[in-house]
């Protein structure tokens, strides 16, 4: 008896290396975002999309390179409907928008502005320093009643226990209010500062082109708010100088990340552009690569520079 649904089809997939122009890769990894996906399901559903549409390729195809029976009764069967990317003859897919204008808590975090929110993200140093404000102040106000006659008898028979009364009493002036203020920031934080309020971010400033650079040094992306994983309002270009350059430069990910693309091949473009017109500043390279792609992609991105 069929099921309801359809079982998951076992596609085998291969790896594949191609070079794309930089404002295709550019879309590309917007794209990415705007859908939440990773770039090979992205270009494996966009050609899937493409080969389907192009009917003559479709005829060619059956023609000349007719499928097993195996692939056409794998195609025959039903799957689930696969996501359609748009296109420019389709209408543009835009995502709903939540108003959140309305919620009681929206409503109290707009309250006090950039102020409050200042406030509360340096809610500990103020935290310690109202409380050593206050710590001194009653310390001052109410210092340790040291004449008592009770306290005297205690340090005259057992002096230690007079000291630690002393010592606890001027510490607990400092303690509780630090537990008060660090109490009330923590309330503050959760009912009126939690969510951050629209950023207004101002743009990029020009990208320094790597041939008009009057010093070497490699531009690696934007730079981020220090502290928090969130953009800043001005942003600036995150660059690592020419002395940071003669120390080695290792590069991470996954299959498909992108460690070749985004980081190999621009960062040698940067470095093999500065100067390249002038024979006794410009930069060399020696290549040693295995699979071949870097040094392709590499001659592609450089090779309008002049020979080196």
Known sequence: MPALIAKQPKETRKQTTMSLSTAVLSDLELYCQFIDSARDWVLNEALKDLFRRDKAFTEWREQNHPRPASDANAVASPTPAPSRLPLETETKIERPRV??????????????????????????????????????????????????????????????????????????????????FSSLFALLYIFAARGDAPLTRNPLPPYPAPAQRKKLYLVLGELHHPKRLTPVENPRWLWIPEQGLFTGIAVFGAIGSGKTSCCMVPFAEQILSYRASDPERRASALILEVKGDFLLQGAQAVGHLSPM
Do not use: E, H
């Open 99 to 180: 108003n959140r204008s309305a919620t009681p808590c929206c409503v109290i975090r707009r309250i006090g502005g950039p102020m409050l929110r200042t406030i509360v993200y340096n809610r500990r140093v103020l935290s310690w320093s109202m409380a050593c404000a206050t710590g001194i102040a009653l310390q001052r106000q109410w210092p340790f009643p040291g004449d008592n006659d009770v306290l005297q008898l205690i340090l005259i028979q057992k002096p230690w226990i007079f000291y630690f009364f002393r010592w606890t009493y001027s510490i607990m002036l400092f303690s509780t209010p630090l537990i008060g």
